[in-house]
Protein backbone atom coordinates (compact mmCIF):
# COMPACT_ATOMS: atom_id res chain seq x y z
CA UNK A 1 0.00 0.00 0.00
CA UNK A 2 3.05 2.34 0.61
CA UNK A 3 4.16 2.14 -2.45
CA UNK A 4 0.74 3.12 -4.41
CA UNK A 5 0.55 5.78 -2.03
CA UNK A 6 3.95 7.53 -2.64
CA UNK A 7 2.62 6.28 -6.99
CA UNK A 8 -0.70 8.26 -6.45
CA UNK A 9 0.76 11.57 -4.58
CA UNK A 10 4.08 11.05 -6.98
CA UNK A 11 0.91 11.66 -10.30
CA UNK A 12 -0.65 14.60 -8.11
CA UNK A 13 2.75 16.49 -7.59
CA UNK A 14 3.27 15.84 -11.43
CA UNK A 15 -0.19 17.40 -12.28
CA UNK A 16 0.52 20.18 -10.05
CA UNK A 17 3.53 21.22 -11.87
CA UNK A 18 2.22 20.63 -15.14
CA UNK A 19 -0.59 22.97 -14.55
CA UNK A 20 2.04 25.56 -13.51
CA UNK A 21 3.87 25.29 -16.41
CA UNK A 22 0.88 25.77 -18.68
CA UNK A 23 -0.65 28.51 -16.78
CA UNK A 24 2.82 29.92 -17.74
CA UNK A 25 2.81 29.54 -20.82
CA UNK A 26 -0.72 29.88 -21.42
CA UNK A 27 -2.25 32.46 -19.02
CA UNK A 28 -5.33 33.61 -21.24
CA UNK A 29 -6.49 30.37 -21.81
CA UNK A 30 -9.33 27.67 -20.47
CA UNK A 31 -7.75 24.80 -21.83
CA UNK A 32 -5.59 23.80 -19.16
CA UNK A 33 -4.50 20.52 -17.47
CA UNK A 34 -7.42 19.64 -14.84
CA UNK A 35 -10.43 21.22 -17.02
CA UNK A 36 -12.10 18.12 -17.97
CA UNK A 37 -14.60 17.56 -15.36
CA UNK A 38 -14.42 14.53 -13.23
CA UNK A 39 -16.78 12.61 -13.97
CA UNK A 40 -18.55 9.08 -12.12
CA UNK A 41 -20.51 8.61 -15.76
CA UNK A 42 -21.06 4.72 -16.42
CA UNK A 43 -19.36 4.30 -13.11
CA UNK A 44 -20.58 1.98 -9.85
CA UNK A 45 -19.63 3.59 -7.30
CA UNK A 46 -19.52 0.75 -4.72
CA UNK A 47 -17.20 -1.31 -6.74
CA UNK A 48 -14.48 1.54 -8.27
CA UNK A 49 -11.13 2.99 -7.64
CA UNK A 50 -11.63 5.58 -9.58
CA UNK A 51 -11.07 8.13 -6.70
CA UNK A 52 -7.48 7.31 -6.81
CA UNK A 53 -7.21 9.10 -10.76
CA UNK A 54 -5.06 12.15 -10.85
CA UNK A 55 -8.15 14.04 -12.24
CA UNK A 56 -9.99 13.62 -8.94
CA UNK A 57 -7.39 14.24 -6.84
CA UNK A 58 -5.88 16.93 -8.59
CA UNK A 59 -8.20 20.12 -7.78
CA UNK A 60 -8.06 18.88 -4.37
CA UNK A 61 -4.28 19.91 -4.05
CA UNK A 62 -4.98 22.69 -6.27
CA UNK A 63 -6.92 23.76 -3.51
CA UNK A 64 -4.57 23.13 -0.48
CA UNK A 65 -1.87 24.53 -2.64
CA UNK A 66 -3.53 28.16 -2.18
CA UNK A 67 -2.97 27.85 1.34
CA UNK A 68 0.41 26.32 1.27
CA UNK A 69 -0.92 23.20 2.59
CA UNK A 70 1.04 19.90 1.88
CA UNK A 71 -1.25 16.78 0.79
CA UNK A 72 -1.32 13.40 0.92
CA UNK A 73 -3.24 10.75 -0.38
CA UNK A 74 -4.26 7.71 0.75
CA UNK A 75 -4.94 5.26 -2.31
CA UNK A 76 -6.78 2.45 -1.04
CA UNK A 77 -9.34 5.69 1.29
CA UNK A 78 -11.65 5.37 -1.10
CA UNK A 79 -11.63 1.98 -2.70
CA UNK A 80 -14.85 0.96 -2.89
CA UNK A 81 -13.88 -2.71 -4.28
CA UNK A 82 -14.25 -3.95 -1.32
CA UNK A 83 -17.58 -4.28 1.32
CA UNK A 84 -16.88 -1.20 3.61
CA UNK A 85 -19.28 0.78 2.04
CA UNK A 86 -21.68 -1.02 2.14
CA UNK A 87 -22.23 -1.90 5.32
CA UNK A 88 -21.56 1.40 6.13
CA UNK A 89 -24.35 2.86 4.01
CA UNK A 90 -26.67 0.13 5.94
CA UNK A 91 -25.49 1.28 9.57
CA UNK A 92 -26.05 5.10 8.49
CA UNK A 93 -29.88 4.32 7.37
CA UNK A 94 -30.40 2.24 10.72
CA UNK A 95 -28.30 4.24 13.08
CA UNK A 96 -30.84 4.30 16.01
CA UNK A 97 -31.29 0.41 15.74
CA UNK A 98 -27.89 -0.49 14.82
CA UNK A 99 -25.77 1.37 17.63
CA UNK A 100 -26.57 -0.63 20.49
CA UNK A 101 -24.77 -3.75 19.15
CA UNK A 102 -22.07 -1.55 17.54
CA UNK A 103 -21.25 -0.30 20.95
CA UNK A 104 -21.09 -3.92 22.21
CA UNK A 105 -18.25 -4.83 19.50
CA UNK A 106 -16.74 -1.71 20.33
CA UNK A 107 -16.21 -2.72 23.47
CA UNK A 108 -15.46 -6.60 23.25
CA UNK A 109 -12.97 -5.14 20.86
CA UNK A 110 -11.70 -2.73 23.45
CA UNK A 111 -10.93 -6.04 25.62
CA UNK A 112 -9.38 -7.58 23.36
CA UNK A 113 -12.09 -10.50 23.05
CA UNK A 114 -13.49 -11.98 20.14
CA UNK A 115 -16.50 -13.25 20.99
CA UNK A 116 -20.10 -11.38 21.25
CA UNK A 117 -23.11 -12.23 22.98
CA UNK A 118 -26.34 -9.81 22.09
CA UNK A 119 -29.08 -10.25 23.98
CA UNK A 120 -32.32 -8.60 21.62
CA UNK A 121 -35.28 -9.25 23.83
CA UNK A 122 -35.62 -5.60 25.26
CA UNK A 123 -35.88 -4.32 21.41
CA UNK A 124 -38.77 -3.87 18.82
CA UNK A 125 -39.52 -6.58 16.72
CA UNK A 126 -38.62 -4.34 13.78
CA UNK A 127 -35.31 -3.38 15.49
CA UNK A 128 -35.13 -7.43 16.46
CA UNK A 129 -34.72 -7.72 12.73
CA UNK A 130 -32.83 -5.07 11.61
CA UNK A 131 -30.26 -6.41 13.79
CA UNK A 132 -30.87 -9.34 12.98
CA UNK A 133 -30.19 -8.42 9.23
CA UNK A 134 -27.12 -6.50 9.85
CA UNK A 135 -25.32 -9.64 11.85
CA UNK A 136 -25.85 -11.35 8.64
CA UNK A 137 -24.33 -8.87 6.45
CA UNK A 138 -21.45 -8.89 8.53
CA UNK A 139 -20.99 -12.53 8.17
CA UNK A 140 -21.91 -12.09 4.21
CA UNK A 141 -19.01 -9.82 3.99
CA UNK A 142 -16.50 -11.41 6.46
CA UNK A 143 -16.54 -8.61 8.84
CA UNK A 144 -17.45 -11.11 11.63
CA UNK A 145 -15.94 -14.86 11.46
CA UNK A 146 -19.12 -16.43 12.86
CA UNK A 147 -22.67 -15.35 12.92
CA UNK A 148 -25.17 -17.48 15.23
CA UNK A 149 -28.79 -16.53 15.48
CA UNK A 150 -30.54 -18.37 18.94
CA UNK A 151 -34.21 -17.74 18.13
CA UNK A 152 -36.02 -18.66 21.15
CA UNK A 153 -33.92 -17.31 23.40
CA UNK A 154 -33.42 -14.28 21.27
CA UNK A 155 -30.21 -13.64 21.62
CA UNK A 156 -27.47 -13.29 18.20
CA UNK A 157 -23.14 -14.72 19.09
CA UNK A 158 -20.50 -13.27 16.43
CA UNK A 159 -17.52 -13.80 16.65
CA UNK A 160 -15.05 -10.88 15.84
CA UNK A 161 -12.23 -10.31 12.73
CA UNK A 162 -9.34 -8.86 14.51
CA UNK A 163 -7.73 -7.60 11.25
CA UNK A 164 -7.11 -3.48 11.75
CA UNK A 165 -9.22 -2.44 9.09
CA UNK A 166 -12.11 -4.01 10.63
CA UNK A 167 -11.14 -2.78 13.89
CA UNK A 168 -10.77 0.63 13.21
CA UNK A 169 -13.95 0.37 11.06
CA UNK A 170 -16.46 -0.14 13.96
CA UNK A 171 -14.36 2.70 15.97
CA UNK A 172 -15.69 5.27 13.76
CA UNK A 173 -14.40 4.74 10.12
CA UNK A 174 -17.53 3.66 9.20
CA UNK A 175 -19.31 6.72 9.32
CA UNK A 176 -16.58 8.09 6.78
CA UNK A 177 -17.00 5.51 4.82
CA UNK A 178 -20.95 5.91 4.66
CA UNK A 179 -20.33 10.48 4.06
CA UNK A 180 -18.42 8.98 0.77
CA UNK A 181 -20.97 6.88 -0.36
CA UNK A 182 -23.39 9.16 0.12
CA UNK A 183 -21.60 11.83 -1.59
CA UNK A 184 -20.95 9.35 -4.20
CA UNK A 185 -24.40 8.31 -5.02
CA UNK A 186 -25.90 11.96 -4.82
CA UNK A 187 -23.64 13.04 -7.34
CA UNK A 188 -24.20 10.60 -9.95
CA UNK A 189 -28.11 10.65 -9.23
CA UNK A 190 -28.25 13.90 -9.46
CA UNK A 191 -25.64 14.58 -12.49
CA UNK A 192 -23.08 16.28 -9.87
CA UNK A 193 -19.51 17.61 -10.79
CA UNK A 194 -16.90 17.38 -7.56
CA UNK A 195 -13.70 16.30 -6.52
CA UNK A 196 -14.01 14.20 -4.08
CA UNK A 197 -11.64 11.98 -1.60
CA UNK A 198 -11.33 10.21 2.10
CA UNK A 199 -8.79 10.56 4.56
CA UNK A 200 -7.12 13.37 3.06
CA UNK A 201 -4.11 13.92 5.30
CA UNK A 202 -2.95 17.55 5.62
CA UNK A 203 -0.05 19.31 6.81
CA UNK A 204 0.62 23.23 7.59
CA UNK A 205 3.46 25.48 7.51
CA UNK A 206 4.15 25.02 12.00
CA UNK A 207 3.93 21.19 11.11
CA UNK A 208 1.08 20.44 12.45
CA UNK A 209 -1.11 18.24 10.61
CA UNK A 210 -5.15 16.92 10.26
CA UNK A 211 -6.77 13.96 8.60
CA UNK A 212 -9.82 15.53 6.72
CA UNK A 213 -12.40 12.75 6.57
CA UNK A 214 -13.87 14.03 3.27
CA UNK A 215 -12.70 16.52 0.81
CA UNK A 216 -15.08 18.32 -1.87
CA UNK A 217 -14.03 20.52 -4.79
CA UNK A 218 -16.82 21.21 -6.98
CA UNK A 219 -16.64 22.65 -10.39
CA UNK A 220 -16.85 25.79 -9.95
CA UNK A 221 -13.69 25.63 -7.75
CA UNK A 222 -15.75 25.15 -3.96
CA UNK A 223 -13.98 23.19 -1.57
CA UNK A 224 -16.15 21.42 1.03
CA UNK A 225 -14.90 19.76 4.02
CA UNK A 226 -16.97 17.21 5.82
CA UNK A 227 -16.12 16.00 9.31
CA UNK A 228 -17.64 12.84 10.99
CA UNK A 229 -18.46 12.54 14.99
CA UNK A 230 -20.96 10.45 16.70
CA UNK A 231 -21.97 10.58 19.99
CA UNK A 232 -20.21 12.68 22.36
CA UNK A 233 -19.04 14.97 20.23
CA UNK A 234 -19.51 18.98 21.83
CA UNK A 235 -15.68 18.82 23.48
CA UNK A 236 -14.39 18.64 19.72
CA UNK A 237 -16.75 21.81 18.51
CA UNK A 238 -13.63 24.50 19.50
CA UNK A 239 -11.01 22.12 17.50
CA UNK A 240 -13.25 22.07 14.43
CA UNK A 241 -13.53 25.89 14.90
CA UNK A 242 -9.92 26.46 14.94
CA UNK A 243 -9.66 23.83 11.57
CA UNK A 244 -12.59 25.95 9.58
CA UNK A 245 -10.43 28.87 9.81
CA UNK A 246 -6.67 27.18 9.24
CA UNK A 247 -8.62 25.80 5.97
CA UNK A 248 -9.84 29.45 5.19
CA UNK A 249 -13.49 28.12 4.68
CA UNK A 250 -16.89 29.55 5.21
CA UNK A 251 -19.46 28.33 7.58
CA UNK A 252 -21.15 26.51 4.64
CA UNK A 253 -18.28 24.86 3.33
CA UNK A 254 -16.97 23.14 6.84
CA UNK A 255 -20.03 20.60 7.28
CA UNK A 256 -20.44 18.37 11.01
CA UNK A 257 -21.91 14.99 10.42
CA UNK A 258 -22.49 13.94 14.00
CA UNK A 259 -24.64 10.59 13.71
CA UNK A 260 -27.76 10.67 15.57
CA UNK A 261 -28.11 14.15 16.39
CA UNK A 262 -31.87 15.45 15.48
CA UNK A 263 -33.04 17.90 12.67
CA UNK A 264 -33.94 20.13 15.60
CA UNK A 265 -30.23 19.60 17.49
CA UNK A 266 -28.86 20.37 14.03
CA UNK A 267 -30.51 23.53 13.10
CA UNK A 268 -29.81 24.88 16.47
CA UNK A 269 -26.51 24.43 16.85
CA UNK A 270 -25.89 25.64 13.55
CA UNK A 271 -27.30 29.13 14.37
CA UNK A 272 -25.12 29.24 17.36
CA UNK A 273 -21.80 28.14 15.63
CA UNK A 274 -19.70 28.97 12.55
CA UNK A 275 -19.97 25.32 11.50
CA UNK A 276 -23.12 23.66 9.72
CA UNK A 277 -24.91 20.69 11.12
CA UNK A 278 -25.98 17.89 9.52
CA UNK A 279 -27.20 14.77 10.47
CA UNK A 280 -26.58 10.89 8.33
CA UNK A 281 -30.46 12.09 7.22
CA UNK A 282 -29.44 15.85 6.40
CA UNK A 283 -26.07 15.27 5.10
CA UNK A 284 -27.13 14.45 0.91
CA UNK A 285 -29.38 17.19 1.02
CA UNK A 286 -27.49 19.77 2.12
CA UNK A 287 -24.24 18.92 0.01
CA UNK A 288 -26.80 19.12 -2.61
CA UNK A 289 -27.82 22.37 -1.93
CA UNK A 290 -23.87 23.17 -2.33
CA UNK A 291 -23.19 21.75 -5.24
CA UNK A 292 -25.54 22.84 -7.74
Known sequence: ???????????????????????????????????????????????????????????????????????????DAADTTGFFDEIALHMGQHVDAITPIVNQIKYIQGKGYANV????????????????????ELYDYSFVAKYFYHKKEKFVRLTLQTAPKIRAF????????????????????????SSCARSVDVRFQDGSRNELDIVLVSKQGQPICIECKSGEFR????????????????????????????DEQATGMTAMYEITFVNERTLAPYIESQLT
Not at 41 to 70: F, M, Q, R, S, Y
Request: aromatic fraction near 10%; include cysteine.
Open 170 to 193: FHGVWMEWFALITVLKLMQDKNLS
Open 1 to 75: MHDTAVFVNTLVKKYLAQKAILKELQPDTSANIGDELFSLDDVDVHNTNVLADEANLGPIADWLKTLNVDVSFNP
Open 235 to 262: HDIEKYLTLRKRLKLSKQQFVLCVFGLS
Open 117 to 136: KFALGKFTEQDQKTIRHFCQ
